[in-house]
């Protein structure tokens, strides 16, 4: 009977929780780290335009992106004030365009490779002929899906 | 003096703290996403036999490049071009195998057939400034969502949705499977009624 006894007395010890903290800061710091919000570095000006007709352009894993615009301050001096391309980190030519994007779709998983969409990051300011060159080497490797990434406003704001 | 013992700092509720922590950010961290007009380039192979189009189905826009607005060329103001615009597509001039039964514009001879076959033709010069060529493609793709808005009323008006959020549910990945299904024949309905044809052209000025 004693053997019972022994036990009547204490109570389940209280699981300790001290460690709780640490495991939900490695949570935190996880979560932190493995946000990765890329965004290529902008080496032109990128205003842009304003539509309020817009559709959502989701699922980053299928949008490709180009960005084009006069560079931005600290880089006229090397390159000049005439509008440009960027790809990636740097500037580009139009004729790179399109090596460029056999290049985005080969990265991609083959079931995407149809269903990719170009987001033109065009800054407001730019001629249109840029684009029209730009939508021309798109045609030549078949990206026919694009998107002319806007912000949501009145359209009254492009017009001044 | 006796050595008195510092007493243990409770950490209990320092769980509780990075607990609301990690909700906070959870919730707050909004990953930007893009929104922009979507448009659909023509493929590069010129086509055999191009179809015969009447002049009559289709509304030019022209951009010159004083960024100024040609509208079957005449002068007009952006104001007026979702009104000129949808007073085209909504024209329904067509007879017979044509008619349009849906459209309540003022069947105009002169103008479009039904909204099937009327084109808007878009162009821009090489000079025109970009926001003012995206103003006018908002204006165009609004005259279109007006008029889907408007059948998408009348086809569904117990839903209490009109077109575009109806599509905005549609693309939205919180939607369940069931409603999406639901909503694709609706929308699939007015997408054909009036159907998306603006053409891109290329530059007015080329040297080639």
Redesign the interface.
């Known amino acids: 009977m004693s053997k019972f006894k022994k036990k009547k007395g204490g109570e389940s010890p209280a699981i300790n929780?001290?460690s709780?903290?640490d495991i939900?800061?490695m949570?935190?710091f996880f979560?932190?780290v493995a946000?990765v919000?890329r965004d290529s570095t902008l080496l032109i000006v990128n205003k842009l335009?304003?539509?309020?007709?817009?559709?959502?352009?989701?699922k980053k894993d299928r949008?490709m992106y180009i960005y084009a615009g006069k560079p931005s301050s600290r880089y006229v001096d090397k390159y000049g004030s005439t509008a440009r391309i960027q790809l990636n980190d740097k500037f580009a030519t139009v004729s790179e365009v399109g090596a460029f994007i056999l290049a985005e779709r080969a990265t991609k998983r083959q079931e995407l490779q149809n269903v990719l969409?170009t987001?033109l990051?065009?800054?407001?300011?730019?001629?249109?002929?840029l684009?029209?060159d730009i939508?021309?080497e798109?045609?030549?490797v078949?990206?026919?899906?694009?998107?002319?990434?806007?912000r949501?406003g009145d359209?009254?704001q492009?017009?001044n | 003096m006796a050595k008195r013992a510092a007493p243990e700092v409770n950490?209990?509720s320092?769980?509780d703290?990075?607990?609301l922590?990690?909700i906070f950010?959870?919730v707050t961290?909004t990953?930007e996403?893009?929104?922009?007009?979507?448009?659909?380039?023509?493929?590069?192979e010129d086509q055999v036999d191009p179809p015969i189009i009447r002049q009559k189905n289709i509304f030019t826009v022209l951009?010159s490049k004083n960024?100024q607005l040609l509208v079957e060329e005449e002068l007009a103001d952006?104001k007026d071009l979702r009104s000129l615009a949808v007073e085209f597509l909504d024209n329904g001039g067509g007879v017979g195998d044509e008619a349009c039964a849906y459209c309540q514009g003022k069947r105009d001879e002169s103008s479009s057939d039904n909204p099937d076959k009327a084109i808007i033709s878009l162009k821009?010069?090489?000079?025109?400034?970009?926001?003012?060529?995206?103003?006018v493609?908002?204006?165009l793709?609004?005259a279109y969502?007006e008029l889907r808005n408007r059948e998408f009323l009348r086809l569904n008006p117990n839903l209490g949705l009109n077109y575009?959020e109806a599509?905005?549910k549609y693309?939205d990945?919180r939607t369940s499977e069931d409603d999406r299904e639901e909503l694709k024949p609706m929308l699939d309905v007015v997408k054909q009624m009036y159907p998306q044809k603006l053409s891109?052209a290329?530059?007015s000025s080329k040297s080639s």
């Open positions: 929780t001290a709780l903290p939900v800061f949570l935190l979560f932190m946000t919000m335009p304003a539509a309020d007709q817009v559709e959502k352009l989701d949008v969409t987001a990051k065009v800054d407001s300011e730019t001629k249109m002929g684009i029209q939508k021309q798109l045609r030549k078949s990206a026919l899906k694009i998107n002319y990434t806007t949501v359209y009254t492009n017009i | 950490a209990g320092m769980a703290i990075a607990f922590l990690l950010f959870l961290t990953i996403t893009d929104s922009g007009l979507n448009r659909k380039l023509p493929p590069m951009v960024d952006i821009s010069d090489r000079e025109t400034t970009y926001k003012v060529y995206i103003a493609q908002n204006e793709v609004a969502n575009v599509q905005k693309d990945p891109e290329e530059s």
